[in-house]
């Protein structure tokens, strides 16, 4: 039987659970609570790549209600492992009922409703998973390194070819300056 889906993590756990002075059955909790609560975040970014919406809502509560369901109720799961589970229930029933002003429930979620309704399927999935370009947006939001440099303007190259040429000194100028 499996005793811990974060045991991988256990190396770097240590380590900190050694800095904040916990020791024994308090570095072991810390250590699960802390593992679980990284890898639901990763499995949030997950679902968050790939869906939006209602079903975005959706998909975490049913992870919510599995992971959290058998770390409350499979007793006969070992107690590191029956916590990690119910840590990571709990962060995705936390994000999966939160409303934030940047998240716009409402128009989107109707026409999806709609669309369902209408048996018109291809909207529905467009309504409720990213596109690629969805994504792409999405990824660039979220690590703004990998948005591309737009291409300068003819007239903002002209500017940044002068702005050059006048910082590099001429070898006159280089004479007269010494």
């Known amino acids: 039987m499996v005793e811990s889906i974060t045991k991988f993590l256990d190396p770097v756990l240590d380590f900190f659970a050694k800095l904040g002075g916990y020791e024994g059955a308090e ?9 679980a609560e990284w890898l639901a975040t990763l499995m949030e970014l997950g679902i968050d790549w790939i869906s939006k919406g209602y079903i ?5 509560a049913l992870g919510a209600v599995i992971a959290g369901g058998l770390g409350l109720f499979n007793k006969k799961l070992p107690p590191r492992l029956r916590r990690e589970l119910t840590a990571i229930g709990n962060h995705l029933l936390t994000r999966a009922v939160y409303v934030s002003p940047r998240v716009k429930l409402g128009e989107e979620e109707k026409l999806f ?19 690629p370009e969805e994504l792409k947006l999405f990824l660039e939001d979220v690590l703004p390194f990998l948005k591309k440099k ?8 002209a500017i940044e070819e002068v702005v050059i040429k006048e910082e ?11």
Do not use: C
């Open 168 to 178: 590099k000194p001429t070898p006159e100028e280089e004479v007269v300056l010494i």
């Open 150 to 157: 737009a291409p300068l303007a003819p007239a903002e190259e």
């Open 56 to 60: 975005n809502r959706g998909l975490k």
């Open 27 to 35: 570095a072991e909790i810390y250590k699960a609570e802390t593992g």
């Open 113 to 131: 409703a709609e669309a369902l309704a209408r048996g018109d399927w291809n909207t529905a999935l467009r309504l409720a998973f990213r596109t």
